[in-house]
């Protein structure tokens, strides 16, 4: 297990500006949490801190176990297709945690198979639609069983039908055992996806609370006023 993930007194600058001011916090096994707040807000840089692919400009990201980088994946809201087929996307993931050749087919069928993409598996990636692509990055790392899954807006550019479908398969890998953790924008979906909401403005760390409490009694005046719709973007 690589859970808990602990954060202590982590910040990042960039070019002179702070984007994240000092915060900790812990991460457990479990519930799945919503890192929520305006454009602009740092999710998406908080987001990159935990997984590593930032370092803080001071403070430290802790994991409990050994090889987390093998235990744990990112979907962004614009993955990255390789020039392959559905199929071939999935067993690169496969190939490049170390598995096993002879397992990657099948492991691979299993993944497309389980976002809905099977019938899809030789299409090239590239000329699939936006929400293909997306649950075709979920594919990947359905794939690989990772104990936790970053998803940084994964339905920010589609439409209401393949939020829907994003939306289910996240509910999967909830209902496997994986760790989500899911940056986002939208209120509805916070609510539908979130246990507990992390609510970032301005790049503080405002407030933590169950989901269900956070929109129904705010704590914070921030957050009140962006349930309401009343808090400026940046």
């Known amino acids: 297990m690589i859970l808990p993930l602990r954060l202590e007194e982590v910040s990042f600058s960039a070019r002179g500006r702070a984007i994240i001011a000092p915060l900790s916090l812990e991460l457990g096994a479990g519930p799945s949490t919503i890192i929520l707040g305006a454009n602009g807000a740092g999710k998406s840089v908080l987001m990159r801190l935990m997984h590593g692919l930032i370092a803080p400009t001071a403070g430290r990201v802790l994991w409990s176990g050994p090889n987390t980088r093998s235990k744990q994946a990112m979907v962004f809201q614009h993955p990255v297709m390789l020039r392959r087929s559905a199929l071939d996307n999935v067993i690169y993931a496969l190939k490049a945690a170390g598995i096993a050749r002879h397992e990657r087919e099948r492991l691979a069928r299993e993944a497309l198979s389980e976002v809905g993409l099977l019938a899809a598996a030789r299409t090239p990636a590239r000329v699939l639609s936006g929400g ?22 994964p339905t920010a550019s589609l439409d209401p039908s393949a939020t829907r479908e994003i939306e289910a398969v996240i509910r999967g890998f909830d209902a496997s055992g994986t760790k989500v953790v899911m940056a ?42 962006f349930i309401k719709g009343e808090l400026p973007w940046v």
């Open 132 to 153: 293909q692509q997306q649950r075709l990055a979920l594919a990947r790392a359905w794939a690989l069983h990772p104990e936790v899954l970053f998803l940084d807006e």
């Open 184 to 225: 986002t924008h939208n209120l509805g979906q916070a609510l539908r996806l979130g246990d507990e909401v992390l609510f970032v403005h301005q790049g503080r760390l405002v407030e933590r609370a169950p989901a269900e409490r956070f929109f129904r009694q705010p704590g914070s005046a921030e957050a009140a006023a």
